[in-house]
């Protein structure tokens, strides 16, 4: 069974909820199936604990993300969705340029398609190789970043230059950033598994196994919160309460990362001749 939650106040609450966990990967011997049972992403208790503090731990300076970012988007040969991911794989120390690898493992990594295929499996092998050649959980935390980072930071830099071609210079481009993480969000879903059954206020006796999908995109449009929500306006002052980089135990920890990534390459793509 399936429930989906678009309120911001039930968004929150079940993140902040220990009854419910992310939908677990078991453990696996190789390709993309390992990659998914060994990052802190696919982990629940003390495994996530462990590995969320391994991944946290190989995180780069945040102002060195963005004066790299910055000098590889001015170059008007780059594709600005490219930079973060980019710039990371070579901040993580990795031997050789990745970011291909990277966007192939993507969808499968988040479920978005079966797994199994041989190629993407192939291309989780390259990553390993291009780390360490093991495939320890020190090496599944660095490729775990760099596909966390991808798609959505890559994702917010498209959306931000698409906000400031439609509303130029109406604001700082920090606040053009945390805007359109709201009006538009990169990451628009999460998952949840309920553990135990249980009654909950206004959505009735929710049973354990059922998956509910929480609606970032929507909570962030939640009229409650945000004040004429359908409105892009980067001047607004709770932008605080956004819930694209989720909230409780598992809030990503790479936001101020993100952030730093997404400035860089858009003050970058702006200096350009
Ligand atoms: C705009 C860009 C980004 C967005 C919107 C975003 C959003 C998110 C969200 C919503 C989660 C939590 C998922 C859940 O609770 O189910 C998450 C987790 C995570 N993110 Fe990000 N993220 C972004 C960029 C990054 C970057 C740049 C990094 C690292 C360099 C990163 C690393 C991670 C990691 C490691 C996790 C898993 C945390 C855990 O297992 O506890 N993310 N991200």
């Known amino acids: 069974m399936t429930l989906t939650l678009t ?20 453990p696996a011997p190789h390709g993309l199936a390992w990659l998914r049972g060994a990052v802190s992403r696919f982990s629940r208790g003390t495994l996530h604990a462990r590995r969320r503090d391994l991944a946290t731990a190989l995180l780069p300076p945040p102002a060195h ?26 901040a993580l120390g990795a031997r050789r340029a990745v970011h291909e690898q990277v966007a192939m493992v993507t969808p499968g990594y988040f479920g978005r398609v079966q797994t199994g295929l041989s190629d993407v499996d192939d291309a989780v092998e390259d990553l390993v190789d291009a780390f360490d050649g093991e495939r320890t959980e020190q090496v599944a935390a660095a490729i775990g970043l760099l596909v966390q980072a991808h798609e ?46 249980h009654d909950r206020p206004g959505q009735g006796r929710i049973t354990a196994g059922t998956v509910v999908v929480l609606d970032v995109a929507a909570a962030n449009r939640d009229p ?23 909230s409780g135990p598992r809030a990503c920890p790479g936001r101020d990362h993100a952030l730093a990534l997404a400035l860089g390459t858009v003050e970058g793509v702006l200096h350009r001749d």
């Open 152 to 197: 959505a930071t890559g994702g917010l830099v498209t959306r931000a230059l698409a906000a400031l071609r439609r509303w130029p210079g109406t604001a700082p481009v920090t606040a053009v950033l945390a805007e359109t993480l709201r009006y538009d969000p990169p990451v628009p879903t999460m998952r949840r598994e309920c553990l135990v059954d």
């Open 7 to 26: 309120r911001h106040g039930d968004v929150t609450a079940i993140l902040a909820d220990r009854r419910f966990d992310v939908l677990a990967a078991p």
């Open 65 to 90: 993300l963005r004066a790299a970012a910055t000098t590889m988007a001015a170059d008007p040969g780059v594709t600005p969705h490219d930079v973060p991911v980019t710039v990371l794989v070579a």
């Open 224 to 246: 409650d919160v945000f004040a004429d929500p359908d409105r892009f306006d980067a001047g607004r002052p709770n932008l605080d309460q956004v819930l694209t980089f989720g």
